[in-house]
């Protein structure tokens, strides 16, 4: 079955035979932006470290007539992106925009209790992910002529939370390295539009895959913060996540607050000091500890 075509309208013409890039494709938000961006006539270019929701991706695409180079790479591993880099390239001869979406959850102990693995870990894949996807791929964005780099980050891009700080860390990092990215290519007058993304509570399998596949070991003390993420605070389906990213992305916006994000960046607006003392009221409430 053929797909029908959504170019029609003055958001595909942004998407229309561009060549995009999506990482951590093979599961929810990544994998909804691959298929809306298939859906508006791009040629996708997508990764996972994940092969069979890597696989299941491509078929989608696949199946609804869009054209799609599938790859298995770990984005916390250099080497490999400048692979599927090259790769990307000698297929397509092109690369116009590139979503670095690919990030693990991680966390649910304290700063003094995180071994540094577990910093480098989520550092690794959320951080130097996102590094690597924009350092590989910018030369052929900018020889595009009409580039752009989209870099997911979290409402924890600018909140912070007790016992998540390597993700914190990490996302506040993304924030950081993509607004930086932004005023260079402003700076330099480089064809390269720069947009980070700040989701909040989209309904995606991020809690649960920080414990293995499918979320297999999630230890017994985690349960109960992994059912709240999941039954109560990721409300906005991964479909409605990359219809808002791509909206800004047609309109080269440098920022796009999804779900819950909106109300707390303006919290964290108006308190900037004292908005942890009430991250640490509701996070009891809602947690049944910090
Ligand atoms: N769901 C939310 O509410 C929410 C909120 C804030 C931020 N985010 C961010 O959105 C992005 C997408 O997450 P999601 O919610 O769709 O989660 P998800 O777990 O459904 O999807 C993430 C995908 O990334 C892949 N991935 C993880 N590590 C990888 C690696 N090293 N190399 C390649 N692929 C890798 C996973 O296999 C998975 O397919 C993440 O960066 C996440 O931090 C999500």
Redesign the pocket.
């Known amino acids: 079955m053929r797909r029908r075509r959504r170019s029609g309208t003055p958001e595909g013409s942004a998407f229309r035979g561009k060549v995009a890039v999506v990482?951590?494709?093979?599961?929810?938000?990544?994998?909804a932006l691959a298929d809306a961006l298939a859906g508006h006539g791009a040629r996708l270019a997508i990764?996972?470290?994940?092969r069979s929701?890597?696989e299941e991706t491509a078929r989608l695409i696949e199946t609804a007539g869009g054209e799609v180079l599938a790859s298995r790479?770990?984005?916390?591993?250099r080497a490999a992106v400048a692979a599927f880099a090259r790769e990307v390239v000698a297929r397509f001869g092109v690369v116009h925009q590139v979503y670095n979406?690919?990030?693990?959850?991680g966390g649910g102990t304290t700063v003094a209790h995180t071994g540094y693995e577990a910093f480098e870990r989520v550092l690794?894949?959320?951080l130097w992910?996102v590094i690597h996807g924009t350092k590989e791929f910018l030369p052929h964005l900018i020889a595009s002529g009409d580039g752009h780099v989209v870099n997911?980050?979290?409402?924890?891009g600018f909140l912070a939370q007790p016992g998540l700080a390597p993700?914190v860390t990490s996302?506040f990092g993304v924030r950081g390295f993509t607004e930086a990215l932004r005023t260079e290519m402003l700076a330099e007058g480089l064809p390269v539009a720069v947009t980070v993304?700040?989701?909040?509570?989209?309904?995606?399998?991020?809690?649960r895959?920080a414990y293995g596949p499918g979320g297999a070991d999630i230890p017994a003390e985690h349960l109960e913060r992994v059912r709240v993420y999941e039954e109560r605070?990721?409300r906005?389906p991964?479909e409605e996540?990359a219809r808002l990213i791509l909206a800004a992305v047609a309109r080269k916006r440098g920022r796009v607050l999804?779900?819950q994000?909106a109300a707390v960046d303006r919290l964290v607006r108006l308190f900037p000091e004292s908005y942890p003392r009430l991250v640490v009221t509701w996070g009891r409430r809602l947690f049944g500890s910090w």
């Open positions: 990482t951590g494709a093979g599961s929810g938000i990544g994998r990764a996972d470290w994940d929701g890597l790479v770990d984005v916390s591993d979406n690919a990030g693990i959850a690794g894949v959320n992910g997911v980050s979290s409402l924890n993700y996302k993304v700040h989701p909040g509570g989209v309904r995606t399998n991020i809690a895959s605070l990721f906005t991964a996540a999804i779900a994000a």
